[in-house]
């Protein structure tokens, strides 16, 4: 989600280096407060710290700095822990690793990690039945492209049809703002910026036209445009603008390259349009028109769409319909809708599509032929992990890869024969540091939520570690936009398991563990059970021993840490410490404020507080407004100057309110990436130093200094 110095007094203090029991400050900085109101359906809002918004202000720049000097002022004396936690992570992901390369036209594509380089380098070799060796192409070395930038993000990239262009965004902010660039991938020159706040791009069948979307203020994708190589850019033809602020566009091309489709979806509804790739100048068609509340995608089948459509229940069903007369009056009915288990996506090929789907709340992957012969479920032996789709660009391909992995098995590529339902190993990320998944156990429990909904918790920690009631327990959550949280693997989090720690997903309300229905009890007037339901996965587990109750720590991001903001408001008493990176917790004066990027958007996830209902929902979890005079955990919040989700001032505004409120001495500490955007540091060493120091914070609370 978008979400003179004598203005603050700033007097650094030193963590008291005698006690590790508290870690108390003796000052921190504290934000002036300048009166703002905003009288709206019979309230007063009052919001003190509004003045943090102007970012190009040097009094904000200045107070921002003050943060990080007094947050890092915390870390002092931890410099030898962090190096080595570090270490420790990178001694469990492979820097030197290549990826599977993929194929795609008459070339294949690979990725390969170098070590002490932050980026990738993207590489194609040409397809060969083993008579040569082929001769590898290096097409993008991202590190020399990010080489004098202090943020670099590769956005979307397509190959045209013959495989001489390469049209790319990039974006050196941090943003999520992308130029789009065209390189000839004979000559190796670039072309462009061509168009800037590019959102996706695809080629027509005749190399020379190439369609894209861009944003609007908003950040909104509004726009598809078509851009002939052979013409200047301000001549790029508008082919459509979304006129309705609740959807966004996406052009992409069908997997077998004969169409262009663009798609205009919201949080609840979706609309897609096509043309013949080689015929980019006519008018593209709707397949079906846009319902309120029915979202579709589509896949190409020869001549027919292969259709994903909740119009008949909101876990969706299959269909089939003719590309030449698309109706839902001509449907074929491929897989019905059912009410316990929720279709998440399809992948059409020329025998077979694969379903990605979910029942009992974990993934799943089933095989179904098109003329009825086939029809199977991929078994996995774990009992929670997490599968996604790898790269498949074949059509006429008769397997398809994916990656596996879990809290304790290491991500790994596989090949799934769709005529035999077989898996084969093609390469895992096996962690070359000492590392032996024997030694840990990874389990499935449920939590009790107040309305008696079963909660599901995945767990991990480390057997000979683990004395019940003694450990220190880790949750992390996120629990919004319908987004799954999967067991994956992770080599950061194998330094704190290898300390005692239990780690622990909930799996709560607001995500799609059980399809579309999870989510819809988890937003706008059902949102509240987002935040009971962590609450109580975390009074389930410190009930069944698996942490101490006094070593909870808990976790989220974004809209995690949102719900990081609503709980700890509910029940600090629960938790030790907390880690919310760039938090949208300033939610009321966020909705309320159509000109930030999202906002309208989404009103459908969380409802519009122009509406007196909704605003009064809202207002009663916002953890900006629900600050109160009493003790919270200790904190770490993280935010990031460039992020164009959650703006910084939502964290900023949120700390410096909640200095002034706390009762406790318990350090708040707010760390600002002064060059950055949502995700952070875009290097990956960048990333795993800035883990390493999250790592700390908890093991410094804790008084664990090795």
């Known amino acids: 989600m978008t979400h003179s110095l004598s203005a603050f007094i700033l007097t650094i203090g030193m963590a008291s280096c005698a006690s590790q029991k508290d870690f108390v400050l003796t000052s921190a900085p504290i934000a002036k407060k300048v009166a703002h109101t905003t009288k709206i359906h019979g309230y007063e809002l009052q919001d003190n710290y509004r003045w943090l918004q102007k970012k190009e202000d040097k009094e904000v720049i200045s107070y921002l700095k003050s943060e990080n000097t007094y947050a890092q002022s915390w870390f002092n004396g931890s410099k030898k822990l962090e190096d080595k936690l570090n270490s420790e992570i990178i001694s469990y992901i492979n820097e030197d690793y290549e990826e599977v390369p993929s194929p795609y036209g008459s070339y294949l594509y690979g990725s390969r990690s170098k070590k002490g380089l932050q980026y990738p380098i993207l590489y194609r070799t040409k397809q060969s039945d083993g008579a040569a060796v082929p001769k590898e192409e290096v097409y993008m070395d991202l590190n020399l492209m990010a080489k004098n930038e202090k943020f670099f993000d590769l956005g979307d990239q397509e190959i045209s049809p013959n495989e001489n262009l390469l049209a790319f965004t990039t974006d050196t902010i941090g943003f999520r703002q992308y130029k789009l660039f065209i390189k000839d991938l004979g000559s190796n020159k670039i072309e462009g910026p061509l168009a800037e706040k590019v959102g996706s791009v695809a080629w027509a069948a005749d190399n020379k036209t190439l369609f894209y979307t861009i944003e609007d203020h908003a950040k909104r994708q509004y726009r598809v445009y078509r851009h002939a190589l052979d013409q200047k850019s301000k001549e790029d033809v508008l082919v459509y603008e979304e006129p309705d602020e609740r959807f966004s566009v996406y052009v992409h091309e069908s997997l077998d390259r004969t169409l262009i489709y663009f798609s205009s979806s919201s949080h609840t509804t979706s609309e897609q349009h096509f043309v013949s790739a080689k015929t980019p100048f006519e008018a593209f068609k709707v397949i079906l028109p846009r319902k309120q509340n029915i979202e579709y995608n589509v896949g190409l089948h020869g001549a027919e769409f292969i259709v994903r459509i909740n119009d008949k229940g909101n876990n969706f069903r299959l269909i089939s319909i003719p590309v030449a007369k698309p109706s839902l009056k001509k449907a074929k009915e491929l897989i019905p809708h059912r009410k316990d288990v929720s279709l998440e996506d399809v992948d059409v090929f020329?025998?077979?599509?694969?379903?990605?789907?979910?029942?009992?709340?974990?993934?799943?992957?089933?095989?179904?032929?098109?003329?009825?012969?086939?029809?199977?479920?991929?078994?996995?032996?774990?009992?929670?992990?997490?599968?996604?789709?790898?790269?498949?660009?074949?059509?006429?391909?008769?397997?398809?890869?994916?990656?596996?992995?879990?809290?304790?098995?290491?991500?790994?590529?596989?090949?799934?024969?769709?005529?035999?339902?077989?898996?084969?190993?093609?390469?895992?990320?096996?962690?070359?540091?000492?590392?032996?998944?024997?030694?840990?156990?990874?389990?499935?429990?449920?939590?009790?939520?107040?309305?008696?909904?079963?909660?599901?918790?995945?767990?991990?920690?480390?057997?000979?570690?683990?004395?019940?009631?003694?450990?220190?327990?880790?949750?992390?959550?996120?629990?919004?936009?319908?987004?799954?949280?999967?067991?994956?693997?992770?080599?950061?989090?194998?330094?704190?398991?290898?300390?005692?720690?239990?780690?622990?997903?909930?799996?709560?309300?607001?995500?799609?563990?059980?399809?579309?229905?999870?989510?819809?009890?988890?937003?706008?007037?059902?949102?509240?059970?987002?935040?009971?339901?962590?609450?109580?996965?975390?009074?389930?587990?410190?009930?069944?021993?698996?942490?101490?109750?006094?070593?909870?720590?808990?976790?989220?991001?974004?809209?995690?840490?949102?719900?990081?903001?609503?709980?700890?408001?509910?029940?600090?008493?629960?938790?030790?410490?907390?880690?919310?990176?760039?938090?949208?917790?300033?939610?009321?004066?966020?909705?309320?404020?159509?000109?930030?990027?999202?906002?309208?958007?989404?009103?459908?996830?969380?409802?519009?507080?122009?509406?007196?209902?909704?605003?009064?929902?809202?207002?009663?979890?916002?953890?900006?407004?629900?600050?109160?005079?009493?003790?919270?955990?200790?904190?770490?919040?993280?935010?990031?100057?460039?992020?164009?989700?959650?703006?910084?001032?939502?964290?900023?505004?949120?700390?410096?309110?909640?200095?002034?409120?706390?009762?406790?001495?318990?350090?708040?500490?707010?760390?600002?990436?002064?060059?950055?955007?949502?995700?952070?540091?875009?290097?990956?060493?960048?990333?795993?130093?800035?883990?390493?120091?999250?790592?700390?914070?908890?093991?410094?609370?804790?008084?664990?200094?090795?």
């Open 350 to 706: 020329a025998e077979h599509y694969v379903l990605s789907e979910r029942a009992n709340g974990l993934e799943r992957l089933r095989i179904r032929s098109f003329d009825g012969k086939q029809d199977e479920l991929v078994k996995f032996p774990e009992p929670t992990y997490s599968i996604s789709a790898s790269a498949n660009h074949v059509y006429a391909s008769d397997v398809y890869r994916y990656k596996y992995s879990s809290f304790i098995s290491p991500i790994g590529t596989y090949e799934l024969n769709l005529k035999d339902g077989s898996s084969r190993l093609l390469k895992e990320k096996t962690p070359p540091g000492p590392y032996d998944k024997n030694n840990y156990v990874s389990e499935r429990i449920f939590a009790k939520a107040k309305d008696g909904t079963k909660i599901p918790i995945s767990l991990v920690y480390r057997k000979d570690l683990f004395k019940k009631g003694e450990n220190p327990l880790h949750i992390y959550g996120y629990g919004s936009y319908g987004y799954a949280m999967s067991a994956s693997f992770s080599a950061s989090r194998i330094p704190l398991l290898n300390r005692g720690f239990v780690m622990a997903i909930a799996h709560i309300r607001g995500g799609s563990e059980y399809g579309k229905p999870w989510h819809d009890k988890g937003k706008m007037q059902f949102k509240m059970n987002t935040f009971t339901d962590f609450n109580s996965v975390t009074e389930e587990l410190v009930s069944q021993k698996y942490g101490a109750k006094d070593k909870v720590f808990i976790e989220g991001g974004s809209a995690g840490g949102l719900l990081m903001g609503t709980v700890v408001n509910l029940r600090p008493d629960l938790y030790r410490g907390v880690l919310s990176a760039v938090p949208f917790v300033d939610v009321l004066n966020t909705m309320l404020d159509k000109d930030l990027p999202l906002t309208i958007g989404e009103y459908e996830e969380w409802g519009n507080p122009n509406e007196k209902v909704a605003f009064e929902r809202i207002k009663e979890y916002s953890p900006y407004d629900n600050l109160s005079a009493k003790n919270y955990p200790t904190m770490l919040v993280r935010t990031s100057l460039h992020d164009s989700q959650v703006m910084y001032w939502e964290p900023a505004k949120y700390v410096a309110k909640l200095r002034t409120l706390k009762t406790d001495s318990n350090p708040l500490l707010f760390l600002i990436d002064m060059n950055a955007g949502h995700g952070g540091s875009s290097g990956r060493y960048d990333s795993i130093r800035e883990r390493a120091q999250e790592l700390v914070f908890m093991l410094k609370v804790l008084g664990i200094q090795n």
